[in-house]
């Protein structure tokens, strides 16, 4: 079985985003290119099993200082989940267009708001996903 592998630094590079149940303990997820943690283009969809890290201890200690590399067992599957590309899409990109729409229209105040409900929000999932990455049997 190979390793399905993605490197960024500070969220520069690729990371896999999205996990969708496929069969008995895999997952489905997407390799993204990101520049600062957003999405840019979907590389290829995989079958992984979260619980087959391929990550060293050193690379858990570079992980504090930028350098992420996730390194799960895994396979390609045929084609690219548009569901969960279209969906990634959505979650990063929707908001942020909300806001610059409306943003004139709307006091600073609730902009401010708005904004932070964004981040937490996208806080919230990468602090999710993780856990979901970390889970051992």
Known sequence: MKY???KS???CGTILYGWRPAS???HIVTRWITIIFFPIIPVGSY??????DG??????VLS??????DSLEGEATTSVCWHQVIGTYLYVYLPWTIALYFGSIVPAFVSFIM??????SWFFAAIMMRRVFRKRT
């Open 4 to 6: 399905v592998t993605a």
């Open 9 to 11: 630094f500070f969220g």
């Open 24 to 26: 008995a303990g895999r």
């Open 47 to 52: 079958t992984i099993d979260f619980m087959k």
């Open 55 to 60: 990550r060293s201890a050193a690379e858990s």
């Open 64 to 69: 504090m200082f930028g350098f992420v590399r």
């Open 115 to 120: 904004t932070s409900l964004i981040l937490a």
